[in-house]
């Protein structure tokens, strides 16, 4: 199971720095955005579990975005805003936000509201529609629900859960470079010594697994900063 992600839409950039460290320090994946059009691309690059939205952003509103999204989403959302009357709260609340976070707000405080948030049903809804899909890339498909790699000429690739696990992350973030760091982070749970080293073997592993096919495995390695998964991922 990977790591929950959540999209941070905070356009002051201390702000948004230290809370994107807080929370990937406490097992979160962090996509930082400072406006509208950055959340919408961050959108499009892969299933987000959570949003965190703050109100006062440059351009479009926190609360236009949160009638925007629940249009068609149900992703949870927490407003944070240095509003924090009880009228603030009740309007947030009202446009279909989960939880309400005043600034000033501390660390302990934003993990506890996101974790209640996540434990209310949003981690397990995405998961759940996560778990019903089928990816395909450059010729590979990936069975979430039989956690099965298929290779482009039909044959079943032999995967360890940790291996799979890295699969489904990169495909998450397809086109998108990982830091080590945060693959350290998703790895935990499936590697008790998760160290850039061991990241790194578990990455030789599963590029070596997909060269099988005869060509050249997607991942490419970033020199200093992580790895990517180099090819357009479709979802059935």
Request: one cysteine or more; charged letters at 30%.
């Given at each position: 199971?990977?790591a929950?992600?959540?999209?941070?839409?905070?356009?002051?950039?201390?702000?948004?720095?230290l809370?994107t460290?807080?929370?990937?320090?406490?097992?979160y994946?962090?996509?930082?955005?400072?406006?509208?059009?950055?959340m919408w691309?961050a959108?499009?690059?892969?299933?987000?579990d959570?949003v965190?939205?703050d109100?006062?952003?440059?351009?479009?509103?926190g609360?236009?975005?949160c009638r925007?999204?629940r249009?068609?989403s149900?992703?949870?959302?927490?407003f944070?805003?240095?509003?924090?009357?009880?009228t603030?709260?009740?309007i947030?609340?009202?446009?279909?936000a989960?939880?309400?976070?005043?600034?000033?707000?501390?660390t302990?405080?934003?993990?506890?509201?996101v974790?209640?948030?996540?434990?209310?049903?949003?981690?397990?809804?995405?998961q759940?529609?996560?778990a019903?899909?089928?990816?395909?890339?450059?010729?590979?498909?990936?069975?979430?629900?039989?956690?099965?790699?298929?290779s482009p000429?039909g044959?079943?690739?032999d995967?360890t859960?940790a291996?799979?696990d890295?699969?489904?992350?990169?495909l998450?973030h397809?086109?998108?470079?990982?830091a080590?760091?945060?693959?350290i982070e998703?790895?935990r749970?499936?590697?008790g010594?998760?160290?850039?080293?061991s990241i790194?073997?578990?990455v030789?592993?599963l590029?070596?697994?997909?060269?099988?096919?005869?060509?050249?495995?997607p991942?490419?390695t970033?020199?200093g900063?992580?790895?990517m998964?180099?090819a357009p991922v479709?979802?059935?």
């Open positions: 199971m990977t929950p992600v959540i999209i941070l839409v905070e356009d002051d950039p201390a702000l948004r720095t809370t460290r807080a929370l990937q320090e406490n097992g994946v962090v996509r930082p955005c400072g406006s509208a059009p950055e691309q959108l499009k690059t892969g299933t987000a959570l965190l939205l109100i006062m952003l440059p351009g479009t509103s609360i236009d975005l925007s999204l249009k068609d149900e992703v949870p959302i927490i944070i805003s240095a509003k924090g009357s009880e603030d709260r009740v947030g609340l009202e446009l279909g989960d939880d309400y976070l005043a600034k000033p707000f501390g302990r405080e934003l993990v506890a509201r974790r209640a948030v996540l434990r209310r049903g949003g981690v397990e809804r995405a759940t529609e996560r019903r899909g089928i990816l395909t890339f450059d010729g590979w498909t990936v069975s979430l629900p039989r956690r099965e790699l298929t000429s044959g079943v690739i995967l859960g291996e799979f890295l699969l489904v992350t990169l998450d397809a086109q998108r470079v990982i080590r760091e945060r693959l998703l790895s749970t499936r590697l010594d998760s160290s850039d080293r790194d073997v578990l030789s592993r590029r070596r697994k997909l060269s099988s096919a005869g060509k050249d495995a991942i490419i970033v020199r900063v992580g790895y998964l180099n479709e979802r059935k």
